[in-house]
Structure formats: C-alpha cells, structure tokens
C-alpha cells in the first residue's frame, strides 16, 4: 500500500484485515475510517454497499462497462470470471 494512503487511514490494521477477508479498497477504507462517533457504527458502514447486486449476477457486458467506470485497463479480452476477479481485486 502506497504511504500516502497509509497515513489517510484512521484504522490501518483494520483496513488490511478487510482487504485480506476480501473487501474491497473503497470498503475496507470506509469501514476502516467510520469512527464510533459518528451517528453510524463502523458495523453499519459496512452494510451501506449492495445496491448493485452480485458481480455473478452481471452481464459481461455491465462488467465491462463497470472496469472503465473504475478506470482499469486490459478487461476487454477477459471471461466473465476474469472480469470478476479484476473488479474484486482493483
């Protein structure tokens, strides 16, 4: 993880346990800097996603589109289970 990043986070031990367990940058971030101060506990900061749905449940078509929203490259060639795992892992 670069330094910069490092130094944004109030939780960083935190936010390497969630990547490891398989969350997201943005979630492990988000989670790792809800504070037990604010009116929303770090538990239902990390219930805020789910909107989209299941990636499984995604056309390659939507994957594709959803790796340029995020600004990734080298998606156009990949099966949907690459796609998958890109978008997981980003």
Known sequence: ????????????ELYETLRSDGA?????????????????GRSEVGRKGGESGDYEDWTVPELR?????????GYS??????LITTLRNH
């Open 65 to 73: 589109r959803r790796a340029k929203e995020l600004g990734l490259t």
């Open 77 to 82: 060639g990949k099966r949907k289970k690459e």
């Open 1 to 12: 993880m670069p330094r910069d990043r490092e130094s944004s986070l109030k939780d960083p």
């Open 24 to 40: 997201s940058k943005e979630k492990a971030a988000r989670i790792s800097n809800a504070t037990g101060g604010t009116k929303k």
